[in-house]
């Protein structure tokens, strides 16, 4: 995945082709979006992870996702991209929605008050990202909401 940074090389990989011009310093970074409040937190995330234990997290957001996955995946006008088996997939369900763009589905989770994003690739889907912090009650709420959506 390209930096975001270098709009040449973000611009090349969206339309499948070289990047053009000679190579740089910014087209050798890592690819994505970079927050640093998030490396800036870093210290005491692990400190809490290593009091929670690793097994119970994997499995806590193993759970949600397990519920949003299996949740989508019974919707009518609703196909999931992300497959269905944990050993598969991480904490993130990418879907689509028959007849509605990645973007208005986020944009109408958002007006719902459920926080979404689409993936930034040239093909573009609506993704869920239920994680430790969620609980099932939430995973239900969004799943209400793709639901409406839909139609």
């Given at each position: 995945?390209?930096?975001?940074?270098?709009?040449?090389?973000?611009?090349?990989?969206?339309?499948?082709?070289?990047?053009?011009?000679?190579?740089?310093?910014?087209?050798?970074?890592?690819?994505?979006?970079?927050?640093?409040?998030?490396?800036?937190?870093?210290?005491?995330?692990?400190?809490?992870?290593?009091?929670?234990?690793?097994?119970?997290?994997?499995?806590?957001?193993?759970?949600m996702n397990d519920q949003l996955k299996q949740g989508l995946a019974r919707l009518p006008k609703v196909r999931?991209?992300?497959?269905?088996?944990?050993?598969?997939?991480?904490?993130?369900?990418?879907?689509?929605?028959?007849?509605?763009?990645?973007?208005d589905i986020v944009k109408q989770l958002l007006a719902r008050r459920i926080v979404a994003s689409t993936s930034?690739?040239?093909?573009?889907?609506?993704?869920?990202?239920?994680?430790?912090?969620?609980?099932?009650?939430?995973?239900?709420?969004?799943?209400?909401?793709?639901?409406?959506?839909?139609?």
């Amino acid at each position: 995945m390209p930096n975001f940074t270098e709009l040449e090389s973000y611009k090349a990989w969206a339309e499948d082709r070289p990047p053009s011009g000679p190579a740089n310093a910014a087209r050798m970074t890592p690819g994505g979006f970079h927050a640093f409040e998030h490396q800036w937190a870093m210290a005491a995330a692990f400190r809490m992870h290593r009091q929670m234990q690793r097994p119970r997290v994997a499995a806590r957001i193993t759970a949600m996702n397990d519920q949003l996955k299996q949740g989508l995946a019974r919707l009518p006008k609703v196909r999931m991209h992300t497959p269905s088996a944990p050993a598969l997939s991480a904490g993130l369900a990418a879907f689509e929605i028959d007849g509605v763009s990645p973007t208005d589905i986020v944009k109408q989770l958002l007006a719902r008050r459920i926080v979404a994003s689409t993936s930034p690739y040239a093909v573009s889907y609506a993704r869920l990202a239920p994680s430790l912090v969620n609980t099932p009650a939430e995973v239900d709420e969004a799943l209400r909401a793709v639901r409406e959506i839909a139609g």
